[in-house]
């Protein structure tokens, strides 16, 4: 998989930690999005209202409002099932990540996560993605 | 007297048996003595009938000579009082002692009359009978008149029994009087013992009385040997364990009421038609009603709650135990457990007893834990996912980044220190709320302590030009346990340190008052939000959390001077204006 496919792909990176969020924010650009960060919860909302990102990292303890309601505000867009939401948070209890899960989102890692373990979460869904596409296309 | 009654009815035994006894007597009495009155009459009368037979030579009769027989008889008939008639054995009369003899002449025939009868057949004849000649019941008695063996004829002497009945009447009068006198008697008397005997009775009766209405205080005074005095013992005895066992339920009904209205625990008691039977004042504080006013009440009446309703409902219908959680929101929000059992008897339900628990502060005090764990987890993650985070992409080629390479370790070494201060304040923190903590108080001089932590602040008070100024007394002195008043100071220090503004100003003074020091941490930094301020000493809880991590904060920095100071029996306070400043204090004992 070259840096080509995801080319112009757009990444919102939503964490109030800003080292974490840098971090994240290294990698997928390393990775080949374009990255965009914000720090807190009605940021998030009001960017993802706004426009379609191909994959959000979402953490759920957010200054503002929390990752729950930015997933269900990413959900609520037209064509958001395109979305990529993977959730990130200390927070490693069963219901917690029911409750992501019921709300939309696609992936949930339990801080510490691996970035390792991110990327690759990542890589699988564009790989989908891209089969999708071509079966679009034939 | 009441007819009823048990005197009446011994005074009427005594008049009954005084009366039959005495119809009885009476009746003998009269018999006999008018069956000795005959007898005697008629013994008088054979020898007065002798006597004249004797005097009577016979051949006057024989000849049947009446006037002979006339101036005989005449003179000794009137001596006697007894008719006297004798009688030829055709029957002819042949002189009667009341009759003339012209009278005697017209005389009817006698010899149908059975005592005449008899008398000739040679016996004594005797008859009872009305006279038509001279109106009265009379006595005749006739003897055979004999010469020489042969029955010459019959003497037959009469007297009216009009004395007899007379003497008869007499003696009934005499016998009905004194039947009066002795009923009388027997009345007064046996009112008298019936009285004496009724009396002891009546006395257990208004004891027994008093003893019915709870009365225990009086014994029944009956000093007799008899069945009555048995009684009264017996009923002494009663009233004594009666007395005794109401006491002990008493006891118990009082000491029951005193733990029902000490409980912390609200408790209703409803029977099986769900009615209120007693409410303890718990949960009349509860429901804001009062037992009076509920009680007998169904239960949806007395206390309009559906959750508990249905629970009792339900309690009653199956006969098990059940237990419910009741969310109250008015007036605060409180919330409680409720464990409803039913109350057998005889195997039957007989009602249901409801214990209302009240959880609000355990599960208050949950949620605080819960939070606890869910922040630490959450603050010691946070920096573990970037320290994990950095040194994976580091390992991943990030090192050749000349660019990026360094500062990621350093955030990697900043990160470190944070999770070193983070380990370091929980294990303060932690070890101050173990309860074995022992503190090793001894007077501590503030000024110099104080003077020594703020040297080790120097390069910060150096890096934004802040003003400090210790102002604390040199003489101040507290008694406390050294480390923990360092780590108070140092931590309130730390605060004023870099809560500020640049060029801004810490200062520290103190003061003695009713034997407490108050030692106070001043600055002119950016101050604290008034609605953070009743929580700023709560674990974890930062006015920006942002900022407060930058700084390198834990969030638990004030926690563990609250602790401390507490430990040492002291009380910590701030007072704050956001953008002018804080103001933290603490006393200490002298």
Same mark, same amino acid.
């Given at each position: 998989?070259?840096?080509?496919?995801?080319?112009?792909?757009?990444?919102?990176?939503?964490?109030?930690?800003?080292?974490?969020?840098?971090?994240?924010?290294?990698?997928?650009?390393?990775?080949?999005?374009?990255?965009?960060?914000?720090?807190?919860?009605?940021?998030?909302?009001? =960017?993802?209202?706004?426009?379609?990102?191909?994959?959000?990292?979402?953490?759920?303890?957010?200054?503002?409002?929390?990752?729950?309601?930015?997933? $269900?505000?990413?959900?609520?867009? /037209?064509?958001?099932?395109?979305?990529?939401?993977?959730?990130?948070?200390?927070?490693?209890?069963?219901?917690?990540?029911?409750?992501?899960?019921?709300?939309?989102?696609?992936?949930?890692?339990?801080?510490?996560?691996?970035?390792? /373990?991110?990327?690759?979460?990542?890589?699988?869904?564009?790989?989908?993605?891209? =089969?999708?596409?071509?079966?679009?296309?034939? | 007297?009441?007819?009823?009654?048990?005197?009446?009815?011994?005074? @009427?035994?005594?008049?009954?048996?005084?009366?039959?006894?005495?119809?009885?007597?009476?009746?003998?009495?009269?018999?006999?003595?008018?069956?000795?009155?005959?007898?005697?009459?008629?013994?008088?009368?054979?020898?007065?009938?002798?006597?004249?037979?004797?005097?009577?030579?016979?051949?006057?009769?024989?000849?049947?000579?009446?006037?002979?027989?006339?101036?005989?008889?005449?003179?000794?008939?009137?001596?006697?009082?007894?008719?006297?008639?004798?009688?030829?054995?055709?029957?002819?009369?042949?002189?009667?002692?009341?009759?003339?003899?012209?009278?005697?002449?017209?005389?009817?025939?006698?010899?149908?009359?059975?005592?005449?009868?008899?008398?000739?057949? +040679?016996?004594?004849?005797?008859?009872?009978?009305?006279?038509?000649?001279?109106?009265?019941?009379?006595?005749?008695?006739? @003897?055979?008149?004999?010469?020489?063996?042969?029955?010459? +004829?019959?003497?037959?002497?009469?007297?009216?029994?009009?004395?007899?009945?007379?003497?008869?009447?007499?003696? =009934?009068?005499?016998?009905?009087?004194?039947?009066?006198?002795?009923?009388?008697? #027997?009345?007064?008397?046996?009112?008298?013992?019936?009285?004496?005997?009724?009396?002891?009775?009546?006395?257990?009766?208004?004891?027994?009385?008093?003893? #019915?209405? +709870?009365?225990?205080?009086?014994?029944?005074?009956?000093?007799?040997?008899?069945?009555?005095?048995?009684?009264?013992?017996?009923?002494?005895?009663?009233?004594?364990?009666?007395?005794?066992?109401?006491?002990?339920?008493?006891?118990?009904?009082?000491?029951?009421?005193?733990?029902?209205?000490?409980?912390?625990?609200?408790?209703?008691?409803?029977?099986?038609?769900?009615?209120?039977?007693?409410?303890?004042?718990?949960?009349?504080?509860?429901?804001?009603?009062?037992?009076?006013?509920? $009680?007998?009440?169904?239960?949806?009446?007395?206390?309009?709650?559906?959750?508990?309703?249905?629970?009792?409902?339900?309690?009653?219908?199956?006969?098990?135990?059940?237990?419910?959680?009741?969310?109250?929101?008015?007036?605060?929000?409180?919330?409680?457990? !409720?464990?409803?059992?039913?109350?057998?008897?005889?195997?039957?339900?007989?009602?249901?007893?409801?214990?209302?628990?009240?959880?609000?502060?355990?599960?208050?005090?949950?949620?605080?834990?819960?939070?606890?764990?869910?922040?630490?987890?959450?603050?010691?993650?946070?920096?573990?996912?970037?320290?994990?985070?950095?040194?994976?992409?580091?390992?991943?080629?990030?090192?050749?980044?000349?660019?990026?390479?360094?500062?990621?370790?350093?955030?990697? /070494?900043?990160?470190?220190?944070?999770?070193?201060?983070?380990?370091?304040?929980?294990?303060?923190?932690?070890?101050?709320?173990?309860?074995?903590?022992?503190?090793?108080?001894?007077?501590?001089?503030?000024?110099?302590?104080?003077?020594?932590?703020?040297?080790?602040?120097?390069? $910060?008070?150096?890096?934004?030009?802040?003003?400090?100024?210790?102002?604390?007394?040199?003489?101040?002195?507290?008694?406390?346990?050294?480390?923990?008043?360092?780590?108070?100071?140092?931590?309130?220090?730390?605060?004023? !340190?870099?809560?500020?503004?640049?060029?801004?100003?810490?200062?520290?003074?103190?003061?003695?008052?009713?034997?407490? !020091?108050?030692?106070? !941490?001043?600055?002119?930094?950016?101050?604290?939000?008034?609605?953070?301020?009743? =929580?700023?000493?709560?674990?974890?809880?930062?006015?920006?959390?942002?900022?407060?991590?930058?700084?390198?904060?834990?969030?638990?920095?004030?926690?563990?001077?609250?602790?401390?100071?507490?430990?040492? +029996?002291?009380?910590?306070?701030?007072?704050?204006?956001?953008?002018?400043?804080?103001?933290?204090?603490?006393?200490?004992?002298?």
């Amino acid at each position: 998989m070259g840096l080509k496919d995801k080319a112009g792909k757009m990444v919102l990176i939503v964490e109030d930690d800003k080292d974490i969020n840098a971090l994240i924010a290294y990698n997928l650009y390393k990775e080949g999005f374009s990255v965009e960060s914000v720090y807190d919860g009605l940021q998030a909302q009001e =960017r993802v209202l706004k426009r379609h990102f191909d994959v959000v990292i979402l953490d759920i303890m957010l200054p503002g409002l929390d990752g729950f309601s930015v997933c $269900q505000a990413i959900r609520k867009r /037209k064509g958001s099932h395109k979305t990529l939401v993977i959730m990130v948070s200390a927070k490693a209890e069963e219901h917690d990540k029911m409750y992501a899960y019921l709300l939309g989102a696609d992936c949930y890692l339990t801080k510490p996560f691996s970035v390792g /373990k991110l990327l690759e979460v990542v890589r699988d869904f564009n790989a989908l993605r891209a =089969r999708e596409y071509t079966v679009e296309v034939n | 007297m009441n007819k009823k009654s048990f005197q009446f009815r011994l005074v @009427l035994s005594y008049v009954f048996i005084v009366l039959a006894s005495f119809v009885f007597i009476a009746y003998y009495l009269d018999k006999s003595l008018e069956e000795n009155a005959l007898l005697e009459i008629k013994s008088s009368l054979m020898k007065e009938a002798s006597l004249v037979e004797y005097f009577l030579p016979s051949d006057f009769i024989r000849r049947q000579d009446k006037a002979s027989l006339e101036s005989r008889l005449k003179l000794p008939a009137q001596k006697i009082q007894s008719r006297i008639t004798i009688v030829s054995p055709p029957g002819e009369v042949l002189f009667d002692s009341e009759k003339t003899p012209q009278e005697v002449a017209r005389m009817e025939n006698h010899a149908d009359r059975p005592e005449i009868k008899t008398a000739f057949q +040679g016996r004594t004849g005797e008859s009872i009978r009305y006279s038509a000649t001279l109106k009265i019941d009379m006595l005749y008695l006739a @003897l055979p008149l004999k010469d020489k063996g042969e029955i010459i +004829g019959a003497i037959r002497l009469s007297l009216p029994l009009e004395n007899v009945k007379k003497i008869l009447l007499a003696i =009934r009068k005499t016998v009905f009087l004194s039947l009066f006198f002795a009923l009388g008697l #027997a009345f007064f008397l046996g009112s008298l013992i019936a009285r004496g005997i009724i009396k002891p009775i009546h006395k257990i009766i208004r004891s027994a009385g008093k003893f #019915a209405r +709870g009365d225990f205080s009086r014994k029944i005074l009956i000093d007799t040997e008899d069945e009555i005095g048995e009684l009264a013992d017996a009923l002494n005895i009663m009233a004594q364990q009666i007395e005794e066992k109401v006491r002990k339920i008493e006891a118990q009904n009082q000491e029951l009421l005193a733990i029902l209205s000490s409980m912390v625990e609200g408790v209703i008691v409803v029977d099986k038609e769900n009615r209120i039977l007693s409410v303890n004042p718990t949960v009349e504080r509860i429901f804001g009603i009062s037992q009076d006013q509920v $009680q007998g009440k169904f239960f949806l009446e007395g206390i309009p709650n559906n959750t508990l309703s249905d629970v009792i409902v339900e309690v009653l219908k199956k006969g098990e135990a059940a237990s419910e959680e009741l969310t109250l929101s008015w007036p605060v929000q409180k919330i409680f457990q !409720v464990n409803a059992t039913p109350v057998f008897e005889r195997q039957a339900v007989c009602g249901c007893l409801l214990v209302i628990h009240d959880i609000t502060e355990m599960r208050k005090l949950e949620t605080v834990r819960k939070d606890f764990v869910a922040n630490v987890s959450h603050e010691l993650k946070t920096p573990l996912t970037s320290i994990k985070g950095f040194v994976e992409t580091l390992l991943a080629g990030a090192l050749e980044d000349k660019e990026h390479g360094h500062s990621f370790l350093e955030i990697i /070494k900043d990160h470190a220190d944070r999770l070193e201060n983070l380990i370091n304040d929980l294990l303060a923190l932690a070890h101050l709320e173990s309860k074995e903590i022992a503190l090793k108080k001894e007077p501590l001089e503030i000024k110099d302590i104080a003077d020594t932590i703020l040297k080790g602040f120097k390069t $910060q008070i150096h890096k934004r030009s802040l003003a400090i100024q210790n102002d604390l007394p040199g003489t101040l002195s507290v008694t406390a346990d050294r480390d923990k008043l360092e780590q108070v100071l140092t931590n309130l220090i730390d605060n004023a !340190v870099k809560f500020n503004k640049d060029k801004g100003s810490v200062r520290l003074y103190g003061e003695t008052a009713q034997g407490e !020091v108050k030692i106070v !941490v001043e600055d002119a930094g950016i101050g604290i939000p008034a609605k953070d301020i009743p =929580r700023i000493f709560e674990r974890f809880y930062r006015v920006d959390k942002a900022r407060s991590r930058q700084l390198g904060g834990t969030g638990l920095g004030l926690s563990i001077v609250k602790h401390c100071v507490e430990l040492h +029996g002291g009380k910590v306070g701030v007072e704050s204006t956001e953008g002018l400043g804080s103001k933290f204090w603490f006393t200490l004992p002298s």
